[in-house]
């Protein structure tokens, strides 16, 4: 078939027209979650590289320093792959294997500030136990009771054999051997015996396999339940499982909640904590956009304590933790059902910056406990953050606000493996910001000295106290960001500032329409200053002033 030459032009011109356009605007957000098609690394001799994700069809740009947040740790994105670049997930491509990503488009790039990864997102599996060998280590869920070998076939990833027999052949899915991810309702660890009579985990601890167990106050008689031990996993627990499918029908389960009331005495150690859920918001305050609540629930064995839920902020130089509390909140006690239960809620409080990880601990203390775990406390990495959300429909979408979590932006310090197995870097990788940059283009930190090598004996390290340095002169002050947002009858207004001086104190202002006052920001850190504030009218100037007489100005960015 011939077709007019006129005809062929328009054509042509239409597909231009159609394919040929930029995206509406620049930096806007995605929060995707689907199958995993495939995933590359960029450079398998770096530690901390980045590399690509696909999922459902679209591909997404690792930054290098990103960490990947699994089931129960996190690690550097090379350590999903073996010596061939294959991905260390069990089954892959023969089971669809699930991902989580947080980014912003910049330009056509789609970039990842945050990617869970794990063969079925937010899995749960749920029955009674039918059957268990004390040989192999393996139980069975939900199966015949006349018949061991029916119902699903489990076994504890557990490779340093805290709840169970080692199991090692896919140590990145793994319990968490740090906090009770195997557990009663009440935090209390729980064990599968590793032979008939198992000295760490007894049956002398569920006398006739009861479901309700009291503590008494330790030291406790003999024969009588200890909480300084594990309780043991029986036939007939109903337990709520999560695992990977690892081949041959075997469920490699990284975490077990069985129901089981456990309760220590009161005002006792040891005593024990876990979480059912932690959700972060990240505050941005834009006048379009409504900012969520930080909120969790976690439970005591102790019902008599209370639970300091807090921040763990991390050096970006040496990895030093800092706690930072959130809320304190006293659990439920006898009477108020369900006993040991605390619902923390943050209302419209601000509690930035957001970070990787918050601990739970209660008010009794930390103690050890049983297999190395310690007692009284849970660190849970965030699984969810709440990000702002439009309030303004048709308004453009406000990129994810990764610049205002610290260890995405100057970066978390030493490189630590969350993988039991790995075998430690003689000098580790300091990770630092996430490059490329999933957003607006924001300033690098400073570089950090080099990391002391611990592990060679032969390395001295000069401890002499250096002399104080007083800054002399002004110090320098660069503004990171400056942007105002779009919004009708007020704007936003949020701005980002370095300074070189670490004793400093920054205060912002602008020009423009109705400019605003000289008002402190807040520090977050490293010399870095931030500030978000409501404006009557859409100013067109940033002035950042240092008390030690820096200062710097910058035109707004309308968002």
Not at 219 to 244: F, H, N, R, W
Request: aromatic share 8%; net charge negative.
């Amino acid at each position: 078939m011939r077709f007019p030459l006129i005809f062929l032009t328009f054509i042509s011109t239409l597909v231009s027209f159609v394919y040929g356009q930029s995206p509406p605007y620049n930096f806007s957000p995605f929060l995707n979650t689907g199958d995993i098609n495939a995933l590359t690394v960029t450079d398998p001799t770096d530690p901390l590289s980045g590399g690509t994700i696909t999922v459902d069809g679209l591909t997404y740009v690792v930054p290098k320093n990103l960490l990947v947040t699994l089931p129960s740790i996190a690690v550097a994105w090379p350590e999903l792959f073996d010596s061939s670049q294959n991905p260390k997930m069990p089954q892959f491509g023969t089971v669809s294997w699930q991902a989580t990503v947080y980014g912003n488009r910049v330009g056509d790039d789609l970039i990842a500030g945050l990617i869970y990864i794990a063969q079925t997102q937010n899995q749960l599996i749920q029955g009674f136990v039918s059957a268990i060998n004390t040989d192999s280590g393996h139980f069975r869920v939900a199966g015949n009771f006349a018949d061991g070998s029916t119902g699903i076939d489990c076994v504890l990833n557990d490779p340093v054999g805290r709840y169970a027999k080692t199991y090692t052949d896919n140590p990145l899915w793994t319990v968490d051997a740090d906090n009770p991810s195997v557990r009663t309702m009440t935090g209390v660890p729980m064990c599968i015996p590793r032979s008939a009579d198992d000295p760490d985990c007894l049956a002398s601890q569920r006398p006739n396999g009861e479901t309700h167990i009291t503590f008494g106050a330790p030291p406790v008689a003999a024969g009588q339940p200890d909480p300084t031990k594990m309780i043991p996993l029986m036939v007939g627990d109903y337990v709520t499982i999560s695992g990977t499918e690892v081949g041959g029908g075997l469920l490699a389960v990284y975490s077990l909640q069985a129901n089981i009331g456990a309760y220590t005495a009161p005002g006792t150690k040891p005593a024990y904590a876990t979480v059912e859920e932690a959700l972060f918001a990240v505050v941005a305050g834009a006048a379009n956009t409504e900012d969520a609540e930080t909120r969790a629930v976690a439970f005591s064995s102790d019902t008599s304590a209370s639970i300091q839920w807090y921040a763990i902020d991390v050096d970006r130089c040496t990895g030093e933790e800092k706690e930072r509390k959130l809320i304190l909140q006293q659990v439920q006690g006898p009477g108020d059902d369900p006993e040991g239960r605390a619902v923390f809620r943050g209302g419209k409080q601000d509690f930035s910056p957001a970070t990787r990880e918050v601990g739970f601990r209660l008010s009794t203390g930390t103690s050890d406990g049983p297999g190395g775990i310690i007692a009284g406390q849970f660190i849970q990495p965030i699984m969810e953050y709440t990000m702002p959300e439009l309030v303004i429909f048709g308004d453009n979408l406000p990129q994810h606000p990764f610049q205002l979590m610290p260890y995405l932006v100057n970066g978390a310090g030493p490189y630590e493996s969350g993988d039991y197995l790995a075998t430690p870097l003689a000098t580790p990788a300091l990770i630092g910001q996430l490059n490329p940059w999933p957003g607006r283009p924001i300033a690098a930190p400073d570089a950090c000295p080099p990391p002391t090598n611990t592990t060679d004996p032969t390395t001295t390290t000069d401890t002499t106290t250096p002399p104080t340095q007083t800054p002399t002169g002004p110090d320098t002050v660069t503004i990171l960001t400056a942007t105002v947002d779009n919004g009708q009858s007020t704007s936003r207004v949020v701005c980002t500032a370095l300074t070189t001086d670490p004793t400093a104190k920054l205060t912002f202002s602008s020009i423009g329409n109705n400019p605003i006052n000289a008002t402190p920001m807040t520090s977050l850190g490293n010399g870095q200053w931030t500030i978000s504030i409501s404006a009557s009218r859409r100013p067109t100037t940033a002035v950042v002033t240092s008390d030690k007489g820096g200062s710097a100005q910058q035109a707004f960015t309308r968002i």
